[in-house]
Nanobody, 126 residues
Framework: QVQLVESGGGLVQAGGSLRLSCTASGRTFSSSAMGWFRQAPGKEREFVAAIARSGITYYADSEKGRFTISRDNGKNTVYLQVDSLKPEDTAVYYC????????????????????WGQGTQVTVSS
């Protein structure tokens, strides 16, 4: 069993930055691809970014350039740096872990992930 705990959310003005963190318990972090998703009020959950076990990254087209995903296997932590925040980035951000056979695979669909965190709220004011 893997437990994921997100942190780093909050209230920020448009144009600001945040770094979200997600720390995993257990010994499967290094063997898992990690992803970030978000869900805005009244909308479906959407994929934001993923990082493979190898460190290869993949982003939703709409997020390229503003979002940066990274991981520290020594700390069992995955990060999401979000820059130039916009009010439409307001959402609950979730991290997820997926056990992948491929060292290079970056899952982008929620069903490909096995474990989810509780989420951290990000609110961007205009």
């Amino acid at each position: 069993q893997v437990q994921l705990v997100e942190s780093g959310g909050g209230l920020v003005q448009a144009g600001g930055s945040l770094r979200l963190s997600c720390t995993a318990s257990g010994r499967t972090f290094s063997s898992s691809a990690m992803g970030w998703f978000r869900q805005a009020p009244g909308k479906e959950r959407e994929f934001v970014a993923a990082i493979a076990r190898s460190g290869i990254t993949y982003y939703a087209d709409s997020e390229k350039g503003r979002f940066t995903i990274s991981r520290d296997n020594g700390k069992n932590t995955v990060y999401l740096q979000v820059d130039s925040l916009k009010p439409e980035d307001t959402a609950v951000y979730y991290c997820a872990a997926g056990r992948t056979a491929s060292y290079y695979y970056t899952p982008s669909v929620g069903d490909e992930y096995d474990y989810w965190g509780q989420g951290t709220q990000v609110t961007v004011s205009s």
